[in-house]
């Protein structure tokens, strides 16, 4: 099992509409999760952090938390074409020291 | 400002050249990174610094060597290099390198060994 599990993709939504991105997580120590852009051929850029159980909205952008179900998600609303990118999700935990990125998921805006 | 930056953009070099990538941040950040991606993966980390200290290295081979030479610039310097480690490193800082901390990273180099 990995530690850090996302769909490959590629997601394809509509322009318009929610596009809904999911991780799950191995280990119940983590403490803190990531959701990064990125373009192809681009550096990873920060969408959110959440530390704790529940939602954060900024924006568009709604990262949810359920550490008991050991899963995050990214909601991406009235999605756009610039939107079209693989986000990363990546969790931290301090017996590694360091972040576990997952290997991404591809999500496709259609016009 | 979250800036990171990283030079060059781009490197080909052959097997037997010995070159350098520079990382750089005026964050105040305490914690560095070096990351190697290839298409189509997740960033895989190779070494942290913090407080100017070498605290990881994720087992990488020694032809890759990092130098912290103050708490704002981060080298990596490159020897001997194969085919297969021609990827794209990213450099990313944080506040203090804890977990909860906010990794920012910079534009990558987009190495190209022959």
């Known amino acids: 099992q990995k530690e850090v599990e996302q769909n490959s993709g590629p997601l394809s939504v509509p322009e318009g509409a929610i596009a809904s991105l999911n991780c799950t997580y191995s280990?119940?120590?983590?403490?803190?999760f990531f959701w990064y852009r990125q373009y192809s051929g681009k550096s990873p850029e920060l969408i959110m952090f959440?530390?704790?159980?529940g939602d954060k909205e900024d924006g568009r952008f709604t990262a949810q938390l359920n550490k008991a179900s050991q899963y995050v998600s990214l909601l991406i609303r009235d999605s756009q074409p610039s939107d079209s990118a693989t986000y990363l999700c990546?969790?931290?935990?301090?017996?590694?020291?360091?972040?576990?990125f997952g290997s991404g998921t591809r999500l496709s805006i259609r016009p | 400002d979250t800036e990171v930056t990283q030079t060059p953009k781009h490197l080909v070099m052959g097997m037997t050249n010995k070159k350098s990538l520079k990382c750089e941040q005026h964050?105040?950040?305490?914690?560095m990174y070096w990351y190697k991606q290839k298409a189509k993966k997740p960033p895989e980390l190779m070494f942290v610094?913090?407080?100017?200290?070498?605290?990881i290295n994720e087992s990488v081979p020694s032809r890759f060597s990092p130098e912290c030479p103050n708490s704002s610039l981060l080298n990596l310097h490159l020897h001997a290099l194969q085919p297969e480690d021609s990827a794209l490193y990213l450099c990313?800082?944080?506040?203090?390198?804890?977990?909860?901390?906010?990794?920012?990273f910079g534009p990558g180099t987009r190495l190209t060994v022959l």
């Open positions: 280990d119940r120590g983590s403490q803190s």
């Open positions: 990546a969790v931290g935990r301090s017996s590694a020291s360091k972040i576990i």
């Open positions: 990313a800082s944080s506040q203090d390198g804890t977990v909860t901390d906010t990794q920012y």
């Open positions: 610094y913090s407080y100017e200290k070498l605290s």
């Open positions: 959440i530390y704790s159980n």
């Open positions: 964050m105040g950040h305490r914690a």
